[in-house]
């Protein structure tokens, strides 16, 4: 393994489970996981590397009530930094449902056929950066939101037609 993943090592741990801040990934699963990845070699260097960011505030170590790594806000924004999709491409997540949808104007998308979409997807940081989109497109008029019989959903508006189509 190169210098680079194991110093990504943790960090990978917190991003495979969308840690957000204060979430924990247990020290017998980091155990697991070294036992099934690294030399050991390269475990020696592991140690050495979680000290350093332990001491550089990404994450810290809780002995009680069970042996742990506990994220910080430090660590949060350091995980999901270069792992975060685009404005652009979440905007294509939503328009793309419309459009696969062969949606027309005054049609809609409920919510709940996004979140489904999308669950599993989308790392702590893009769902609060596609909440900010959905909210953003509503007041530039590309939907509306709106509540119904069938649940809340997401009406397409002309403008919302005219920028899909």
Avoid: A, W
Wanted: charged residues 35%; hydrophobic residues 30%.
């Amino acid at each position: 393994m190169i210098m680079t993943e194991i110093e990504d090592f943790f960090f990978e741990l917190f991003r495979e489970t969308n840690c957000k801040v204060g979430h924990s990934v247990l020290m017998r699963n980091v155990r697991q996981r070294v036992r099934e990845r690294l030399n050991p070699k390269e475990e020696e260097l592991l140690d050495k590397i979680l000290q350093r960011q332990i001491e550089e505030g990404y994450y810290t170590y809780e002995s009680e009530p069970l042996e742990c790594l506990k994220l910080t806000q430090k660590g949060f924004d350091h995980i999901y930094l270069n792992h975060t999709k685009s404005v652009r491409q979440l905007e294509e997540i939503i328009f793309g449902l419309f459009r696969e949808s062969r949606c027309k104007v005054g049609h809609t998308v409920l919510m709940r056929t996004l979140r489904t979409r999308i669950r599993g997807k989308l790392n702590p940081k893009e769902e609060v950066l596609l909440d900010e989109i959905l909210d953003k497109h509503i007041e530039e008029g590309y939907y509306t939101y709106e509540s119904g019989p069938l649940g809340e959903c997401l009406k397409l508006t002309q403008k919302g037609f005219d920028h899909i189509y």
